[in-house]
């Protein structure tokens, strides 16, 4: 419960002098506002959302643990699931479920990334199902030689520039940003490791603060995601690419 909503608090303003017009309505906003932010427990979130939070997100989760149904167990593993909830915040630990092939437990660093990625992937399409992303009852994973452990990993990308990995979050789009390519690389050979994931209908090789970089157009959300899951964090001529989604429409 926020301060000013506890009972008693009612008459604060008046009683120590402060402003009770538009002046106290602005402050209890931005009050109520750093209240949702203090309950992620990342400055980094707060920098990157000082705007205000996207659209259907309300800041105020705290539950860390996901679950994931709707599996295609044929084809996923802990890795791949690492890939695609690691663009939502750091990852814990996941464990796949042995009784139900299909689901899996994805436990985030905090609630709010828990509920970037419950907002995010929702409904998302992945090697032919379609993913149902809830907060678990279980607060988090219990360690166990059946639990895939990635909270020392290099591979979270929320180690560093998390302001920045926060902005970046988004809903599966049919494009994919590559960075760490290989400077020699070629837009044909580009191709060739992502065609087998779906069509690729167009690349743009480019570069970025002096780094190149790739983006992939896929015909549809569920190839791109699949070669994202498939691709990142893999080793392409001696360089470990890395993955995400871009809000671009075209290259």
Known sequence: MALLE?????????????????????????????????????????????????????????????????????????????????????????????????????????????????????????????LEVNYSKHPNITPSPDTRDYQNSNLNRFNRNAAKQFRYCCSPTKMIHISSVPEDIREEEIVDLMEEHGLVVSTKLFEANGKKQVLVLFETEEQASEALVCKHATSVCGSVIRISFSQSQST
């Open 6 to 130: 506890q009972p008693g608090y009612g008459d604060a303003a008046g009683m120590f002098g402060y402003p009770t017009g538009p002046e106290f309505i602005l402050m209890r906003f931005a009050l109520l506002i750093t209240a949702a932010y203090s309950q992620m427990g990342n400055a980094a979130a707060m920098a990157a959302f000082a705007g205000g939070l996207p659209p259907g997100i309300s800041g105020t989760n705290d539950r860390c643990t996901v679950i994931v149904s709707n599996l295609n167990p044929d084809k996923i593993d802990e890795d791949k699931l690492f890939n695609l909830f690691s663009l939502y915040g750091n990852i814990v630990r996941i464990k796949l479920l042995h009784s139900k092939p299909d689901h899996a437990l994805v436990e985030m660093a905090d609630g709010f990334q828990a509920e970037l990625a419950v907002h995010f992937l929702k409904g998302a399409m992945l090697f032919g199902k379609r």
